[in-house]
């Protein structure tokens, strides 16, 4: 199974697990029914926003934690440089 096949079948088993909930054939109480239920779909995708923004901000805090990708993109800027100081664009 590939990887986006597996994804689409984890996505299907929750959101069919969710529209029972939703449609009460799954039977809760009231008030979890009536109040909770209805904004579960908002509250993944809220934290789901959250957690990639984690990920982003923890990847930009340990960028020089790698060596090798640090000096490969400070390679590719002094070459950047180069290419458009040879062109007459000042970079400062």
């Not at 590939?2 to 529209?19: E, P």
């Not at 060596?67 to 100081?85: F, S, T, V, W």
Request: charged share 15%.
């Amino acid at each position: 199974m590939t990887r986006a096949q597996q994804t689409i079948s984890i996505f299907l088993l929750i959101s069919s697990l969710y529209l029972a909930c939703f449609l009460g054939l799954i039977p809760f109480p009231a008030k979890v029914q009536d109040e909770i239920i209805p904004v579960v779909p908002l509250w993944a995708l809220v934290s789901f926003g959250s957690f990639l923004l984690f990920r982003l901000g923890w990847g930009v805090v340990t960028f020089n934690d790698v060596p090798e990708a640090h000096a490969e993109i400070m390679k590719e800027i002094d070459m950047a440089r180069k290419e458009l100081g040879a062109k007459g664009v000042s970079v400062d």
